[in-house]
């Protein structure tokens, strides 16, 4: 699986848009960008991936540059409950959890 | 949809124990369960993955006499810690998938086992 790097932490103010980037420079042709979350002692909550084309859902929106060289989540408007450890992973049949980015979200 | 539950929620057990925690897609068949352990302040380790009715395949360094994987049916599979030891002290977290691109994963909400 291609490793994925991410900024160690980000803050956002409630209400506001969140927009945690991703690099996964090594990224092979067949593999998928998957991005999951994980609330402080809960398992991780799988929230959106793609291959080449942008995706939404009712959670987020996934946007992957052209070359797949990297990617962005967005959260449209965050709120509280979406403080959380957020893990960006490349690859087909595993999954390789990184460090991931603590996101902050307040009031 | 896509539910994961898993028993017990909590477990504390004397040294030299063996204690079973259970992994259960509640509302679909997993063709595919992972087994992960996540100690304090780090990301999550893949333990093992199990298709129903075959041998798990453990990750390099997972001691599989120890670490017992069972996945006797589509919904259904089984972690058994087998003479636990205050080191095997963790947050225990399986997860589920249905579909062949395995990365799509639906996780439990994990256990938590203490060794005294």
């Known amino acids: 699986d291609a490793k994925t790097t991410q900024p160690t932490s980000m803050d956002c103010a409630e209400g506001r848009a969140a927009n945690l980037p991703c690099n996964h420079s090594?990224?092979?042709?067949?593999?998928?960008v998957y991005w999951y979350r994980q609330i402080h002692s809960q398992g991780p909550q799988y929230i959106i991936h793609?291959?080449?084309n942008n995706e939404t859902n009712e959670m987020a929106s996934l946007i992957i540059t052209e070359d797949r060289k990297s990617s962005t989540l967005i959260l449209p408007h965050a709120t509280l409950r979406d403080t959380a450890v957020y893990y960006c992973?490349?690859?087909?049949?595993?999954?390789?959890f990184g460090k991931g980015t603590m996101l902050l979200v307040s009031p | 949809g896509a539910v994961v539950s898993q028993h017990p929620s909590w477990v504390i057990c004397k040294s030299g124990t063996s204690v079973k925690i259970e992994c259960r897609s509640l509302?679909?068949?997993?063709?595919?369960m992972f087994w992960y352990r996540q100690f304090p302040k780090q990301s999550l380790m893949l333990m093992a993955t199990?298709?129903?009715?075959?041998?798990?395949?453990?990750e390099q360094g997972v001691e599989k006499d120890k670490f017992l994987i069972n996945h006797a049916s589509l919904t259904l599979s089984t972690l058994t810690v087998t003479s636990a030891h205050p080191e095997d002290s963790s947050f225990y977290i399986c997860?589920?998938?249905?579909?062949?691109?395995?990365?799509?994963?639906?996780f439990g909400p994990g256990t938590r086992l203490t060794v005294l």
């Open positions: 509302d679909f068949q997993a063709t595919t």
């Open positions: 090594t990224i092979s042709g067949n593999e998928y």
């Open positions: 199990s298709n129903e009715g075959s041998k798990a395949t453990y």
């Open positions: 992973m490349s690859g087909y049949s595993t999954l390789t």
């Open positions: 997860s589920a998938s249905f579909r062949t691109q395995r990365g799509e994963q639906f």
């Open positions: 793609g291959l080449k």
